[in-house]
């Protein structure tokens, strides 16, 4: 069964563009999750989608977006990079349950350098 | 609300030695728990995870943790370390409720240093 595939893995941008990241999950998960991890603040929440729809998401700016896919495949799209967008970016996927406690599966992340 | 402590941000063993890390959770409901590594430029891999069956839980490459709700704790443990085990360690958790769907709480990571 193959695992949750990011794209691209590594990526450089410059202040003001924009950048759209892919994830597609585990054949039969339905939720998709994205993180930003930076060394300063670790890991964060950004959203979470499941069936299409985004279920929660964390406190980030409006620039931070997402959707998802009824192949359950989701992209996230940052828009006017900033430098402090730089950071390693997470999708994990799981089962889907309604309430969503099971364990998550990473990818292994798509690496973001704005200059 | 829920939210998750790493106590160390670093743990130094020698190869052979104990591992410990900890980790302490706070929630108003009863919480999934769970233990991940990351090597470096990797994803996260999960170790192990605690889901109120039995409170000591193993894992993978000999990993365990212990559930304690008095203490709201959820500490990992290996008996002898390996210089492979060098790598950062996360503890999450979550709680099933309609508001928190989709959403798991991260530590902020314990990077563990094995030395020969």
């Known amino acids: 069964k193959a695992g949750v595939t990011q794209t691209p893995r590594y990526l450089i941008k410059t202040r003001g563009q924009q950048v759209t ?10 939720s998709v999750s994205w993180y930003q991890q930076t060394p300063g603040q670790g890991l964060q929440f950004l959203f979470e989608y499941f069936s299409e729809t985004q279920r929660n998401k964390g406190n980030f700016p409006g620039r931070f977006s997402g959707r998802q896919f009824s192949n359950s495949r989701s992209e996230m799209n940052v828009s006017t990079l900033e430098l402090g967008d730089s950071a390693l970016y997470l999708c994990a996927s799981s089962q889907g349950q309604i309430l969503n406690t099971g364990e998550l599966f990473f990818g292994e992340g798509s690496r973001l350098t704005v200059l | 609300a829920q939210s998750v402590t790493q106590l160390d941000s670093h743990v130094s063993v020698s190869e052979g030695t104990p591992v410990l890390l900890r980790c302490n959770y706070s929630s108003s409901y009863s919480p999934s728990l769970f233990w991940y590594v990351q090597h470096p ?17 193993k894992g ?7 559930f304690k709700k008095s203490e709201t704790s959820f500490h990992l443990t290996k008996p002898s370390a390996h210089m492979s085990d060098a790598a950062e360690y996360f503890c999450v958790v979550s709680v099933a409720l309609w508001t928190n769907a989709g959403k798991s709480t991260f530590g ?7 030395k020969p």
């Open chain 2, 60 to 66: 993978i490459n000999g990993f365990e943790a212990e």
């Open chain 2, 41 to 57: 430029n990797k994803g996260l891999q999960l170790l192990l995870k605690y889901t109120s069956a039995a409170t000591l839980v």
């Open chain 2, 108 to 114: 902020d990571g314990t990077t563990l240093t094995v």
């Open chain 1, 21 to 30: 990241l892919s994830c597609s999950p585990i054949s039969g998960h339905r």
